[in-house]
Structures are given as structure tokens and as C-alpha cells.
């Protein structure tokens, strides 16, 4: 096996990402289980943010590092909550106030209109000059309330006219194959040979 290090220790995200890469001979180590503390992210876009994470975590364990920048943006609002997504109510990060929020924000706005953004970066170490970069979108509208027990973050408020489900309500493997990390997955992917 193949060892890379997942620049973030959020165990719903380890998951994903170990269910799509463990068949391809990766393991995944989440940076936390080798004492790497979290990067900092100041860049206001997801692929500078993803960069960051990836070459911190790749200096820290002398591995392979791939790192997530994701988000939602709500087109009633300009693009936010965006690359402040995990972190919109404040700190500490909490799901249910980060909602509440948008929620609040959106108010009766009838253009419910939004997509999730996924950046995924891989450095095959911290100087890579060519790291791999690949982009997911995945389109939906925010309800006026929650729906759902899978997923986590927006996903209780994510809704899916083609299916009529929220992506809380989607089984793991249809949301893995449809998402904007499962999309942005593929792309990696099929690059990942090239390692």
C-alpha cells in the first residue's frame, strides 16, 4: 500500500476519501494520527487553501499529501458562505449553527440557488512544482429547512431535484459518485497512475 497523508482530521471526509482510494492500493493517514496540527487557511479560494494544507501536511511527514478545500456557495449571497464554509458561525466549528446561519442570511430569498466546490490537491512532496489539481461542482437549492441523518455539514439543507432527496438523505455510495469531492475524486484519479 501506498501511504498518503489526508491534510485533515475530519473523520466523515477520512471516510470518503478511504472508500475511493483504498481499492487503488492508498492508504490514507489522517494528519492528526501522525501529531501534524491543522494549516492555517488565510487565501480567500479553495485551490490556494488546498495547496497550503497539502504542502504543510507533506512537510510534516516527509509523505504524499492530498488535501480537500471544499465549500458551499449560495448565489443569493455572493458565492458565501464559500471558502469560510466549516467556520461561518464562528469558532468553534459547529454544523448546526453554521445552517442556522445560512438560514438566517437567506431569509425569504426565493433564489435558493447553490453549489457545493470541491479542490482537491495532491503533492507527491512539500516542493512539488506540479501538483496535482483536481475541480468538482455539484448543483442543487437550499431548503428552509433540514432533511436527512447522512452526510454532514450542509448536506441536511442541500436538495436534489433529480433525485428529490437531500444529500443527507443520499446512500453513501450515490453521493460518493455524484458529489462535488466524489467528481473532483474521479478527475484524481485517473491522474493518480501517474504517481
Same mark, same amino acid.
Given at each position: 500500500?501506498?501511504?498518503?497523508?489526508? =491534510?485533515?482530521?475530519?473523520?466523515?471526509?477520512?471516510?470518503?476519501?478511504?472508500?475511493?482510494?483504498?481499492?487503488?492500493?492508498?492508504?490514507?493517514?489522517? @494528519?492528526?494520527?501522525?501529531?501534524?496540527?491543522? =494549516?492555517?487557511?488565510?487565501? #480567500?479560494?479553495?485551490? $490556494? %487553501?488546498?495547496?497550503?494544507?497539502?504542502?504543510?501536511?507533506?512537510?510534516?511527514?516527509? !509523505?504524499?499529501? !492530498?488535501?480537500?478545500?471544499?465549500?458551499? #456557495?449560495?448565489?443569493?449571497?455572493?458565492?458565501?458562505?464559500?471558502?469560510?464554509?466549516?467556520?461561518?458561525? *464562528?469558532?468553534?466549528?459547529?454544523?448546526?449553527? %453554521?445552517?442556522?446561519?445560512?438560514?438566517?442570511?437567506?431569509?425569504?430569498? #426565493?433564489?435558493? +440557488?447553490?453549489?457545493?466546490?470541491?479542490?482537491?490537491?495532491?503533492?507527491?512532496? +512539500?516542493?512539488?512544482? @506540479?501538483?496535482?489539481?483536481?475541480?468538482?461542482?455539484?448543483?442543487? @437549492?437550499?431548503?428552509?429547512?433540514?432533511?436527512? $441523518?447522512? *452526510?454532514?455539514?450542509?448536506?441536511?439543507?442541500?436538495? !436534489?431535484? $433529480?433525485?428529490?432527496?437531500? +444529500?443527507?438523505? !443520499?446512500?453513501?455510495?450515490?453521493?460518493?459518485?455524484?458529489?462535488?469531492?466524489? @467528481?473532483?475524486?474521479?478527475?484524481?484519479?485517473?491522474?493518480?497512475? +501517474?504517481?
Amino acid at each position: 500500500m501506498k501511504k498518503l497523508v489526508l =491534510a485533515s482530521n475530519n473523520a466523515k471526509k477520512m471516510k470518503e476519501l478511504n472508500a475511493l482510494l483504498a481499492p487503488l492500493g492508498f492508504e490514507v493517514i489522517p @494528519q492528526g494520527a501522525l501529531g501534524i496540527p491543522e =494549516a492555517e487557511e488565510p487565501h #480567500c479560494t479553495f485551490v $490556494e %487553501n488546498a495547496l497550503a494544507k497539502a504542502r504543510h501536511a507533506a512537510r510534516l511527514s516527509g !509523505l504524499p499529501a !492530498l488535501a480537500d478545500d471544499s465549500g458551499l #456557495c449560495v448565489t443569493a449571497l455572493g458565492g458565501a458562505p464559500g471558502v469560510y464554509s466549516a467556520r461561518y458561525a *464562528g469558532e468553534p466549528k459547529s454544523d448546526a449553527r %453554521n445552517n442556522e446561519k445560512l438560514l438566517a442570511e437567506l431569509g425569504e430569498n #426565493c433564489n435558493r +440557488a447553490a453549489h457545493f466546490v470541491s479542490l482537491i490537491v495532491l503533492v507527491r512532496h +512539500a516542493d512539488d512544482p @506540479q501538483p496535482l489539481i483536481a475541480e468538482g461542482e455539484w448543483h442543487g @437549492q437550499i431548503l428552509p429547512a433540514q432533511r436527512g $441523518e447522512g *452526510g454532514f455539514g450542509y448536506d441536511p439543507m442541500f436538495y !436534489l431535484p $433529480e433525485f428529490d432527496k437531500t +444529500a443527507a438523505e !443520499l446512500d453513501a455510495e450515490t453521493k460518493n459518485g455524484i458529489s462535488h469531492r466524489g @467528481q473532483a475524486m474521479q478527475q484524481l484519479i485517473a491522474r493518480l497512475p +501517474a504517481l
